[in-house]
C-alpha cells in the first residue's frame, strides 16, 4: 500500500526552513517536505534528532533503505 507509514528512528535534521527540512536517514541526506511527515514525527527543526514517519510512496520515491 502506497501510503503504509514507514518509520526510521535515529534521524538527524541537518538544515530547516518553512518549506520542510533536510535529514539524515541511515547516512542519505534526504529533503522532506512539510507536508510529508506522519503523525509520530518526532524531528523537524535543524539540530533534532528522533523519528522520521513518512508515506511508503515517499520512501520509495526518495530511494530510501528499508527502516530498520
Keep these: 500500500m ?3 507509514p514507514i ?5 538527524e535534521v541537518t538544515r530547516s526552513n518553512d518549506l520542510g527540512f ?3 536517514v541511515q547516512g542519505q541526506e534526504v ?3 512539510s507536508g510529508v511527515p506522519l503523525d509520530g ?3 523537524r527543526l535543524k539540530g ?3 523519528q522520521l514517519v513518512v508515506p ?6 526518495q530511494r530510501l533503505p ?3
Design 7 to 11: 518509520t526510521y528512528i535515529g534521524v
Design 56 to 61: 511508503r510512496w515517499f520512501a520509495e520515491g
Design 22 to 24: 533536510f535529514c539524515l
Design 41 to 43: 514525527t518526532t524531528v
Design 48 to 50: 533534532d534528532r528522533g
Design 66 to 68: 528499508p527502516a530498520s
Design 31 to 33: 529533503f522532506v517536505g
Design 2 to 4: 502506497p501510503d503504509t
